[in-house]
């Protein structure tokens, strides 16, 4: 087809600039930092850090009594991130802006409350080349929180004029991290640099159309940063899923003009600490949701493009965790498809079979998140010998009501798994909030007169969330899994104001303890 010929040329582009992963941020010590060429200088952390910037050599002495007077008057807020930008009419600036970061956080929020540090640059830092960053993080363990939210107040994805959606150069925000007024030490830098990099890709690709970004420039994308950073990648598509038994995965994405994939990436270093561990990422990648034939509303429908924000969340960690050099045995899954409408979608009363073997009634072709999900966790469990499984999606709309847009949900089946994921959420910022774990009480929702199970709950009254969950570990394990398993609803926490959070890479990465 013509069409497809010509998206192939508009592609191009697009998916040499991803494998790029182009980073609006470099990360650098003091020696870096200079005001030459810039207009404007920005400068967040607590009240207290701030005022350790003032004596650590990086404001230009001419600046220091504005910088005082503003420091002054700034009082933090508890939700938003309080800040005063001020006109400079010496010396080589034009505009200081400084963010004040509230220290105000309660038992259940991440205490360096590094989400006012991402809304902060999206406020105040723009991507022209013409703004250097000051992050003073208050504490050496609020660093890694700052440098990872950063760069989440940038966005990538933009179509505007001749952009097209990538940047041939792109001009970076000279970013300088101190704590106590100390620059953090190379290693950290590096470390800040590489993970940018994959949590600006993350958001990109959540942000970006889906006539753009399909199930084949996706593929495309993780075969291209494979080539490029020496990872395992196989891209299992079309006919091969059902040969596989891959029938949940195959079927959501069978109306699309690009159908579904199975992405599977590893990462297999030749010394490790625990020859015994190997870790998996499952990751919805659902492209664009329609609802399928059970079809959402117009309102309900717009924004959907983003319904693959945890595989992208998957990707970006698993990136940054290879380049990084973890030494733990590691697998990413990207579940791939478009939930699209036509004579060959699926429809209500249809019963698939999943790898695991049990089989599924569809009573809601919108709640097709899990179908590519238990797939992708039976492939895991099946191929890979999982001891840590993690999944990771845009599932429900109910997560917003179980713990809010500020906290993803997670479910997990041991007390351990659920333990270092909520110390990673407070470390990382990307905040995570327990659901009830018990499928004696919940699976029954799903019971079904024709098949195994249906697909969607019959009481959306009782704990829907955890539900969602318990579908994906009961159908893709089938009883068989003994290790650990943790399931994470981040449909709320991976968007804020219409854009990505890159939710999931900083809290992955830090659950492997990087």
Known sequence: MAGREGHSEMWKGFIADCIKMPSSMSFGGKEQFSLEGKKKLCVVGTKASLEAVATSGLIPEPLIPAYNAMLARITPAPLNCASLTQNIFEG???ELAIGCVTTEASRHTSPHRADQVRDFVRKNVPMNGTTALILAAPTPEATFAYATNAPKGHFLAKFKGAADGFHESLAQVPVTVITA????ADAQRDQANIIAESIQLA??????PANYLNTKTYAEIAEGLAKKHGFGCEVIRGEELQKLGLNALFGVGRAAEYGSALVVLTHDPAEVDNKDEVVCWAGKGIIFDTGGLNVKSRPGMCGMKDDMGGSAGVLGAFIAAHRLGVRKKLHALLALADNAINENAQRPDDIVRCLSGKTIELNNTDAEGRLVLCDAVAYAHKYLKPTCLVDMATLTGAQGVATGKHFASICANTDSIEEQALVAAKASGDQCFPVVFAPEYLL???????????NSVANRSNAQVSCAGLFIYDVGFAGE?????????????AIVDGKSTAFGVALLLKMLQV
Do not use: C, N, Q
Not at 444 to 454: I, L, N, R
């Open 92 to 94: 080589p600036l034009e």
């Open 181 to 184: 007024g100390e620059a953090i």
């Open 444 to 454: 029954s929702e799903f019971s079904s007169e024709w098949a195994d199970m249906k």
């Open 203 to 208: 958001g990109r690709l959540v942000d970006t």
């Open 481 to 493: 899994y003994k290790g650990d398993w943790l399931h994470v609803d981040m449909a709320y926490p």
